[in-house]
């Protein structure tokens, strides 16, 4: 009994150290391709990110405006920026768990107090955070940057429950009104036109509670609060029509609170502009 005992306990260490002596000579070209791999997915997601396609703006819509490319592409960078780490990260895991498995009852070397280790833990995320703030702060000082001579200005009041647009430049208003439930499918609030290619300024002030103006498609909001006028520039890059609405909590009918944006040409837009002008001229007189 006691010998097949000892003979077991001596093949269990002979395979013992023959897996060792397998697993000790195994090539070292997983070890070289393994950063190799992260490298080569992070210049792919990089590449990729360069096509506006519904993947690679990662949830946002397709910007129409020279400022939402600007938005959307911050947001790519952050993307990219925080996939960059999380394949390092996730690599000296995976790294740790293959090539540092536990082979002995021997202490590995410890690295605390090591002075070079820690200050590498202190600078690398400085430098991540102030690159992530730079970028971020240049694109916020161009998103919010107005122009002195735009070349058309709209003003935007924002009221319960719907939206007026004025070009005072050309005495044109446009006023909704609160959408009819029964009629929320056919009516979409006024429609808001403006020329592709220009600087369009707005000006959005309401006279009773916050709201918020929001096209998706511009990747840009800003609330509409009484007694203190707002501003944003845009300047529009494709046509086509695009919804908006506000994004503000701001009474029983705020979901009714709708209206779209229409971009044309800058001859289709002054085509309108004529157009409203005669409409809003016979009515005045047949008043």
């Not at 070890?31 to 590449?47: M, N, T, Y």
């Not at 924002?158 to 005495?171: A, I, V």
Request: charged fraction near 15%; aromatic fraction near 12%; glycine fraction near 6%.
């Amino acid at each position: 009994m006691f010998r097949i005992v000892s003979l077991t306990h001596v093949r269990l260490r002979q395979l013992v150290r023959r897996l060792t002596s397998l697993r000790e000579s195994r090539p070292a070209l997983p070890r070289r391709w393994v950063p190799r791999a992260g490298v080569l997915l992070l210049l792919l997601v990089s590449v990729t990110g360069c096509r506006a396609t519904a993947w690679t703006r990662l949830g946002m819509p397709r910007p129409v405006t020279q400022q939402g490319k600007a938005i959307l592409t911050l947001w790519q960078g952050s993307w990219v920026a925080a996939l960059g780490v999380g394949i390092v990260v996730w690599g000296l895991i995976v790294w740790a768990i293959i090539f540092h498995r536990k082979r002995s009852d021997e202490l590995p070397p410890q690295v605390r107090y090591n002075l070079p280790i820690e200050a590498l833990y202190t600078i690398v995320p400085f430098i991540m955070i102030a690159v992530l703030f730079y970028f971020t702060a240049r694109d916020e000082n161009y998103i919010t940057e107005t122009s002195a001579r735009p070349d058309l200005t709209v003003s935007v009041s924002g009221f319960q429950w719907s939206w007026q647009f004025q070009y005072k430049q050309y005495n044109v208003r446009l006023v909704g009104y609160p959408v009819n439930p029964a009629q929320i499918r056919s009516y979409s609030g006024p429609q808001l036109v403006l020329p592709k290619g220009k600087t369009v300024r707005f000006d959005l002030t309401s006279p009773d509670v916050v709201h918020s103006f929001w096209v998706p498609a511009f990747l840009f909001k800003r609330d509409v609060v009484p007694g203190y006028p707002n501003h944003f520039d845009i300047t529009p890059t494709a046509t086509g029509t695009f919804s908006g609405r506000c994004s503000e909590l701001c009474g029983l009918y705020h979901s009714e609170m709708l209206f779209t944006v229409k971009i044309v040409s800058a001859q289709q837009f002054q085509q309108w502009i004529a157009a409203q002008q005669a409409a809003q001229k016979a009515a005045g007189g047949a008043q």
